[in-house]
């Protein structure tokens, strides 16, 4: 019976230890920390693979906007820093616990004692292999959910998604992501004459506002007009998860430093258009019920790279986010 029960001790030390080292979802901004939603055919394809960024040219940078977001409201809390430390921190503690758990059994005894007649060196063994495998499995079904720009030459093929072409990488023979860009720019003009890239910047970034502040206030019916379905249930979700959180991410002194489209591409009878936003803003966290600020700084900004993708019928029609890729 006191074998099992060390049996039972060990393992939640095991899993104490796996889940203090696996990574957290950081989700504090709309989009920060993770990539979600669709680019249609390329939604295999990452976009930070697919482009090298130019040498800086005053002409291409569309200015800056500095802005104060509204107060916000509850939402979720992004993964603190120093994940490693936090691993250590959840090994000690289980440890610890597993160690006094041991001590109020009684097997904290000499060398014929304790561990040596029911806690052998094989059961350390075992439950270690049992931690490694849990970790493995993890973090194998994390790497899964991203798949490497590569994709499409192992076997998947444009024509299974729809009309459009995989982006060009850079492993890979074809064009490069600016011929690439040009040649997708320009099959959207054909259908929408009209179309101009420094209004659709000014829009990228008044949305990458307009989407923020929704987010700050939890107001998923401001966001739902913004985003495609798709988009709007994953944000829906965590806005909800936040409201029982008691939590409030706080974004402040938000600035746009660019806003550069890196890919555009048609396909069954929509138009695509990825960005590449660098921009940075005072984030962090604060409890609701002390202010105590949880993660993040109210004083040292951060400056973040992601790739919002944005689609459209073809022709005349309002943009909408489709998806948000984090920089590899």
Known sequence: MRKWMM????????????????PEEAWARAGGGMSSGSRGSRSYSSPSRTYSAPAPSPSSQPSTQPRTAPTPAPIGQPAPAGGFLRGMAGGIVGGLLG??????????????????NSFGMMDLLLLAGIAYLIFWFVKRKRAAQE?????????????????????????????????????GLGHIRQMDPGFDEGPFREMCTDRFF???????????????????????AVFAKHIDAAKAKGQTNKLENI?????????????????????????????????????????GSDSE????????????????NDWRLSAINQAE
């Open 255 to 295: 600035t746009v430093r660019s806003v550069e489209p890196t890919e555009a591409w048609q396909e069954r009878g929509k138009d695509y258009i990825t960005v590449r936003m660098l921009a940075n803003l005072l984030d962090y966290t604060v409890d609701d019920a002390t202010g105590k600020i949880l993660a």
């Open 210 to 232: 307009k989407i923020q502040a929704a987010w700050m206030r939890r107001d998923t019916e401001k966001l739902r007009p913004l985003l495609t379905e798709e988009m709007h």
């Open 147 to 183: 798949l490497p720009a590569g994709a499409y030459a192992s076997g998947i093929s444009a024509e299974a998604y729809g009309s459009g072409a995989p982006a060009a990488t850079l492993d890979a023979p074809g064009p490069s992501w600016q011929q690439d860009l040009q040649v």
């Open 7 to 22: 049996w039972l001790a060990g393992l939640a030390v095991v899993v104490t230890l796996v889940a203090a080292l696996v």
């Open 99 to 116: 160690g006094m758990l041991f001590r109020s059994l009684g097997f904290a005894g000499g060398a014929g004692e304790g561990f040596g």
């Open 301 to 316: 900004p951060v400056k973040f790279e992601e790739f919002w993708t944005w689609v459209r019928a073809v022709g005349r």
